[in-house]
């Protein structure tokens, strides 16, 4: 997680390898197994690399998380409405799970968010925005959840925080103001997370604050080790124009 958070991706591949060779070595180890899914997972998230998996019987909610939020980032609407199908069932079945619950709603959520842009695009804005405006219920709802809870001692729990989700969705239909207060409290509980730091950057810089985003761009920049990456690019260029 350490090594994600700093950009380090070539490393954390590396430790994907690993455990995926302990699992080989232990095939009779269930955590072994589940410590694959749950670092490539996190993988997935965290570099927004959004590839597509086979969704199958065993998929559990972590790796149902990742595949949800790639096939709706890839506007595969098709595969995001079957992970949430398979999510809603799983949470019926568990109905005191909260993080499971959390996961559902921000992989619903997102979903709804790209079946609303579609709608928008096929000038059905009505339906678009009916859409949209569920989908912030549902974020709003995880994000209640998520206050239910102690923040994360280390790693992010869910794989992506609600508030950190909820901040880019809001940024992304242009409402900066609440966006900004979703990702200040991201980091209340997840402090220094890159992404919501990024999403504080972007958000500032949406409406003409230069000064606030550079603040958050260059504290980007003293986060990640690598300044190959994107998002360390993206800060660079802004940097650059001041």
Do not use: C
């Amino acid at each position: 997680y350490g090594d994600l958070q700093m950009g380090d991706y070539e490393r954390a591949v590396m430790w994907i390898e690993r455990a995926k060779k302990v699992a080989a070595d232990n095939p009779d180890d269930a955590r072994s197994a589940s410590t694959v899914i749950t670092l490539e997972s996190r993988f997935i998230i965290e570099t927004e690399s959004w590839q597509m998996r086979d969704l199958t019987p065993d998929t559990n909610a972590e790796e149902l998380l990742s595949m949800g939020m790639a096939a709706a980032n890839s506007n595969n609407l098709r595969r995001a409405n079957d992970v949430v199908a398979r999510l809603e069932e799983m949470t019926t079945a568990r109905p005191d799970d909260s993080n499971l619950r959390i996961i559902t709603l921000e992989v619903a959520a997102l979903t709804l968010q790209r079946e609303a842009a579609a709608q928008s695009q096929l000038s059905m804005p009505e339906a678009g925005d009916a859409m949209r405006q569920e989908a912030m219920e549902m974020l709003a709802k995880a994000v209640e959840l998520a206050d239910a809870q102690r923040p994360p001692n280390g790693a992010a729990v869910p794989l992506k925080p609600a508030h950190e989700l909820y901040g880019e969705v809001l940024l992304e239909a242009g409402d900066y103001a609440q966006a900004a207060q979703m990702f200040e409290q991201s980091l209340k509980r997840t402090p220094n997370r890159p992404r919501s730091v990024l999403g504080l950057a972007r958000t500032y810089a949406a409406v003409g604050d230069i000064e606030t985003a550079a603040v958050h761009y260059r504290h980007v920049l003293s986060i990640y080790s690598n300044n190959r990456i994107r998002e360390a690019r993206e800060a660079e260029a802004f940097l650059d124009q001041l």
